[in-house]
C-alpha cells in the first residue's frame, strides 16, 4: 500500500450510486496492489485528478514518446504538477489496435492484462473514441518494452497525429442479421495496407475508414469518418410473409401502419387486406426502418454491396461534415472487387496528401476545392446519387456542357452492355 | 541501448477477428437469419442453420483496472464460454451458445456490481472522453461526468422505456471527439484565451497558430519586446481550437469554461438521413465532482422525449415531428440568440416558409 495516500474529498463523491465507479478502481489499484510501482502511480494520479476537480483544470502536457521504429501510436502525457504527484509524471497511454468488432476470449484480455501489470498502470480502456485500446499511464521506457511484450503476441500500435487511425467496424456479420458487408475482410485490407501509414504520421492530418454492415451505421461512419463503408443490397428485400402474419396477429394491423409502413421514408410499403406487406423496392432507399421493427419477417436482399461516404468529420476546423456519397455501390465479393476498393483509398489517400493543407481534413480538403476537383482528382465519374439535388444558382460556365453529356451518355451505353453481358 | 539492440516492430498492424469470435458464431458469419430480444440486455439471434447465439450486455466504468477487467473475465470463464466484444460505448458482451447459461451470467454480473442491460430502446451507456484523467486540453473531466450521470439514469438503462434507443455522448473540449449523439454534453468556452506571452515563442509554432483558428482572429504581435500573439477578441469564438498547438493561449477557466447541451446527433439512415445535433442548451455550470445542473437538464429532456415521442422516433425524429418551438416548450428551456446559427450554411437552417405550429 502507498505511503502518504492523497485527500480525494471530491473523487470520493464518485465512489456514492449505484453505477460502477471508476475512481474505486484506481483506490483498487492504490490500496490493494502489491507492486509500489503501480500502487504509488495509482495514488498520485488520484492526487493529481483530486487536484484538477478543485481547481477545474488539466495538468497533462504532450510531447513526443513513440516505439522504435514508428512515428507514432502513444500518446505522451507529462505531468505539469509532478513535483506534487512524482510518481505519475509520466503517464503515457498507448493505443493498440483491436480486431474489427472488437472481439476478444477472457484468456486473451488476461493475457494483456498481465502485461500492462508488468509494464503499466493498471488502468485500461476498451476502447477509446478513435476505437483503439488504450493502456492508460505509463513511462517513457516502459512504453516500449510493453509494446515489445505485446507485439510478440500479435498486438500492434493504433494510429495517433496525423496518420491513417485506426479503424472501427459494427460487429457486423459475425453475429448481426442486418449486415450486408464482411467487415472483417474490409476492415483489414484497408488498414492493413496502410500500416505504414498508420505507424508513421505524415500526412495533413488524420485520416479515419469505419465500416458499418448495414446503413444503420452503428459506428457512426458518415458522421466521423473521412472514409465511410457501409453495407447495403441492390435487389429486392426478402419478405417472409408468415413472419409478417405472425407479427401482426402479435401486434395488430394499426402497430404495423403507424410503425412500420407509415415511417417508410418513400412510401415505398403497403400493407394488403390479407396481412401481407408490398414493397416497391425501385424506390426503398435502404434505411433499415422497417427491418428494425420486424427483424423477423423483413430481411436485406442477396445482392449485397457497399456504399462508400467521403469526407466525413468531427467539429474541427470548419465545422462538421457528413461524408458525401462517392460510390453509390460496389461489390465485394472478388479479389478485383477488393483491389478496386483498395485503389479508390489510395487515390484519395494520395489526392488529399498532395493538396490537403496542413491540418485540413480530407472533407475540408473537398469542401475547399469542390467535389468536382476532387472526383477528377480522384479519377471518379459524376453521379447524381452523390447530390441531395442539382446546382440550384445560376451563376455557372457550363461550355463544356456538350463533351460532358457526351460522356454521360457514353457510360450510360457501356453500362448497358456490360449489363447485357 | 544503441540502435542495434532495439527490437524491430513486427508491424502486424490490425489483427484477426476470426481467432476472437465465438465459434457459433464464426460458423455462422454472415448467415444469421433474425434476432430477438428477451429482456433488457439480453439478446437472441438466430442463424440460418439454426445455431443461436445468446448475448449478455454489461455497463462498466470504462476506465478498467486491472481488478475490475479480470473480474469481467472470471465471470466469463466461469459463466459464460471465454468469448467477450465490447460495443462502441464501452459495454461488454459476452455471448454464450448455451441459453441456460444466461440467467447465471446476469446474476453474477449484477452480483459483481455491473449493470446488466443497454439493449434496444433503452438510454445506454454514454461515450466519453479522457477529460481530467488524461487528455492534454480538457475543459472538463469525462469520466466522472458519466459515472455521475449514469447514476441517476441507471434504470433507464436497465430498463427499454424510452421510445427509441438514446446515446448519450459527452466531449471535454469543443474538438468534441465525443462525437455526434442523441443527446451531447460539451464543454463550451466563453471567454478568449488569456495569453501568457513570455512563453508563446518558445513553445509555439506561430503560423501554425494562425492557421488554425476558424475565424482569422489570431495575429503574430511582439508584446513587451517579444513575439508573440495576439486575439481579436471581438471575432474570437472560443473555440479553444489554438490551445492545442499553443498552450500559452490558456482557453480553460475554472469559472467561464461551461457546458451545453446538444440534441438530435443520429448516425443511423433510419427514417430520415442521418442528423448533426444542435444546441440547446448552454452556460451550464461545470461543477465537479456531480455536474448536478447538467444532468438535471438531461434528465428534463429525457423526460419530455418519453412522454411526448412516438415508438422508434428518436430524438431528432421526434423534434422533426413537433418542431423546435414545442421543444423549448415541453423542456422549458429558453430559447435565445445563441441558438440562431450564423456559422457556414446558416441560411439552411432558417424557416422559408409559413409552416407555423400553432
Known amino acids: 500500500m502507498a505511503k502518504d495516500i492523497h485527500e480525494t474529498p471530491m473523487l470520493d463523491e464518485l465512489e456514492n450510486g449505484p453505477w460502477p465507479s471508476f475512481i474505486s478502481g484506481i483506490k483498487r489499484l492504490r490500496d490493494q496492489h502489491p507492486d509500489e510501482r503501480i500502487n504509488k502511480m495509482a495514488n498520485d494520479l488520484l492526487g493529481q485528478l483530486e487536484h484538477s476537480y478543485e481547481t477545474r483544470k488539466g495538468y497533462w502536457k504532450g510531447g513526443t514518446v513513440s516505439v522504435f521504429g514508428y512515428g507514432g501510436g502513444i500518446i505522451p502525457r507529462f505531468s505539469e504538477v509532478a513535483d506534487a504527484f512524482p510518481e505519475s509524471k509520466e503517464f503515457h497511454t498507448l493505443r493498440v489496435q483491436p480486431p474489427a468488432g472488437n472481439f476478444y476470449t477472457t484468456d486473451m484480455l488476461n493475457q494483456l492484462a498481465d502485461s500492462w501489470e508488468k509494464w503499466g498502470s493498471g488502468l485500461i480502456t476498451f476502447h477509446g473514441q478513435t476505437g483503439n485500446i488504450m493502456f492508460i499511464g505509463t513511462t517513457t521506457e516502459n512504453t516500449q518494452h510493453f509494446f515489445d511484450e505485446i507485439n510478440d503476441y500479435g498486438w500492434d500500435l493504433g494510429g495517433a497525429g496525423p496518420c491513417v487511425r485506426t479503424g472501427m467496424s459494427c460487429v457486423g456479420s459475425a453475429r448481426c442479421e442486418m449486415s450486408c458487408a464482411n467487415e472483417q475482410t474490409i476492415h483489414r485490407t484497408l488498414l492493413n495496407r496502410f500500416t505504414d501509414d498508420v505507424h508513421r504520421p505524415a500526412l495533413p492530418y488524420k485520416f479515419k475508414f469505419k465500416i458499418s454492415g448495414c446503413p444503420n451505421d452503428c459506428v457512426n461512419a458518415i458522421e466521423r469518418s473521412d472514409f465511410a463503408i457501409i453495407g447495403t443490397w441492390r435487389d429486392n428485400m426478402k419478405i ?182 | 541501448m544503441s540502435m542495434e539492440n532495439m527490437r524491430q516492430p513486427i508491424e502486424s498492424g490490425c489483427p484477426d477477428g476470426f481467432q476472437y469470435m465465438h465459434p457459433v458464431m464464426r460458423r455462422n458469419y454472415g448467415l444469421w437469419k433474425y434476432h430477438e430480444h428477451p429482456r433488457p440486455g439480453v439478446l437472441r439471434h438466430v442463424a440460418y442453420s439454426g445455431d443461436e447465439i445468446w448475448t449478455v450486455k454489461a455497463g462498466t466504468q470504462r476506465i478498467l483496472d486491472l481488478y475490475t477487467l479480470r473480474k469481467l473475465t472470471e465471470i466469463g470463464d466461469k459463466y459464460g464460454e471465454g468469448y467477450v466484444r465490447f460495443t462502441l460505448r464501452s459495454n461488454i458482451e459476452y455471448m454464450v451458445a448455451d441459453k441456460n447459461k444466461v440467467e447465471p451470467l446476469i446474476k453474477a454480473l449484477e452480483e459483481a456490481g455491473f449493470v446488466v442491460g443497454g439493449t434496444a430502446n433503452s438510454v445506454t451507456t454514454l461515450s466519453h472522453t479522457q477529460g481530467w484523467l488524461h487528455c492534454d486540453i480538457p475543459g472538463t473531466d469525462a469520466s466522472g461526468v458519466v459515472k455521475a450521470m449514469m447514476d441517476e439514469l441507471i434504470d433507464e438503462f436497465r430498463n427499454c422505456r424510452m421510445p427509441n434507443r438514446v446515446h448519450i455522448t459527452t466531449s471535454c473540449c469543443q474538438i468534441n471527439c465525443g462525437g455526434q449523439g442523441d443527446i451531447a454534453i460539451n464543454v463550451q468556452h466563453t471567454k478568449p484565451p488569456k495569453i501568457n506571452h513570455d512563453q508563446v515563442a518558445n513553445v509555439c509554432e506561430r503560423p501554425a497558430v494562425v492557421a488554425r483558428c476558424p475565424v482569422a482572429a489570431i495575429r503574430p504581435a511582439m508584446v513587451n519586446g517579444k513575439p508573440s500573439l495576439e486575439v481579436d477578441e471581438k471575432k474570437c469564438i472560443c473555440c479553444g481550437a489554438c490551445y492545442p498547438p499553443c498552450p500559452p493561449m490558456q482557453i480553460n477557466d475554472a469559472e467561464h469554461t461551461k457546458l451545453a447541451i446538444w440534441v438530435g446527433g443520429n448516425h443511423s439512415n433510419a427514417r430520415g438521413k442521418p442528423t448533426f445535433q444542435k444546441l440547446v442548451a448552454a452556460g451550464i455550470p461545470n461543477n465537479p465532482p456531480r455536474w448536478p445542473e447538467a444532468t438535471a437538464i438531461v434528465k428534463r429532456i429525457l423526460k419530455a422525449y418519453q412522454e411526448n415521442a412516438k415508438d422508434w422516433e428518436r430524438i431528432n425524429d421526434w423534434i422533426e415531428r413537433i418542431g423546435w418551438p414545442r421543444f423549448f416548450e415541453l423542456t422549458n428551456l429558453p430559447f435565445t440568440k445563441y441558438h440562431v446559427d450564423n456559422w457556414r450554411g446558416a441560411r439552411n437552417s432558417l424557416n422559408a416558409s409559413t409552416h407555423i405550429r400553432f
Open chain 1, 240 to 421: 417472409d410473409q408468415d413472419a409478417v402474419k405472425e407479427f401482426i396477429a402479435k401486434k395488430g394491423r394499426e402497430y404495423v401502419i403507424e410503425n412500420v409502413t407509415s415511417r417508410c421514408p418513400t412510401n415505398c410499403m403497403t400493407l394488403n387486406d390479407d396481412d401481407t406487406l408490398t414493397v416497391d423496392d425501385h424506390n426503398c432507399v435502404r434505411c433499415m426502418h422497417c427491418l428494425n421493427v420486424m427483424p423477423k419477417a423483413l430481411h436485406p436482399g442477396d445482392d449485397k454491396g457497399v456504399t462508400i461516404l467521403i469526407g466525413g468529420k468531427r467539429t474541427l476546423k470548419i465545422g462538421d461534415l457528413m461524408g458525401t456519397v462517392i460510390v453509390p455501390f460496389m461489390k465485394l465479393e472478388t479479389q478485383e472487387d477488393y483491389d478496386r476498393l483498395v485503389e479508390l483509398a489510395e487515390n484519395t489517400i494520395d489526392f488529399w496528401a498532395e493538396n490537403g493543407l496542413e491540418h485540413e481534413r480530407c472533407g475540408e480538403m473537398i469542401e475547399r476545392i469542390g467535389l468536382v476537383n476532387f472526383l477528377e482528382g480522384i479519377g471518379v465519374d459524376v453521379d447524381p446519387h452523390m447530390v441531395s439535388h442539382p446546382r440550384q444558382c445560376s451563376y455557372i460556365r457550363t461550355d463544356g456542357w456538350d463533351e460532358e453529356a457526351e460522356k454521360w451518355y457514353q457510360r450510360k451505353m457501356e453500362e448497358k452492355q456490360q449489363a447485357a453481358g
